[in-house]
């Protein structure tokens, strides 16, 4: 948020799913082999502590918002929930979908200064 706001973003049209679409402000994945680790485990997860997700999404608004990680402590992100999310492209494929989404979502919020 800025200024009271949600910053959402527009997926390019060259996307292969979802293209032109309004979505969420960052999106990502926790990727193996960083250290410290961006995988949660039970525990992190059952806590609400998900520093792995945290360290995820520190790292993805670097690469697509150009926010320095100094400026995300880990302690400022707000763990939401965690879900499964299914979605077919239908609408740029048609009705028989190959293409779409399929995956565990980590929900987090974080207020910028």
């Given at each position: ?6 910053l959402l973003q527009q997926r ?69 929930t965690r879900l499964h999310y ?28």
């Amino acid at each position: 948020m800025f200024q009271g706001r949600l910053l959402l973003q527009q997926r390019a049209s060259s996307k292969i799913t979802f293209p032109s679409v309004w979505t969420n402000t960052c999106c990502s994945h926790q990727l193996i082999g960083f250290e410290p680790t961006e995988v949660d485990g039970p525990d992190d997860v059952a806590s609400g502590a998900v520093p792995g997700a945290k360290r995820a999404a520190v790292r993805k608004l670097k690469h697509e918002l150009g926010i320095e990680p100094a400026e995300l402590p880990l302690e400022s992100f707000k763990y939401l929930t965690r879900l499964h999310y299914w979605a077919a492209d239908t609408v740029t494929h048609g009705p028989s979908a190959e293409w779409g989404e399929h995956e565990i979502d980590y929900v987090l919020f974080v207020q910028g200064k």
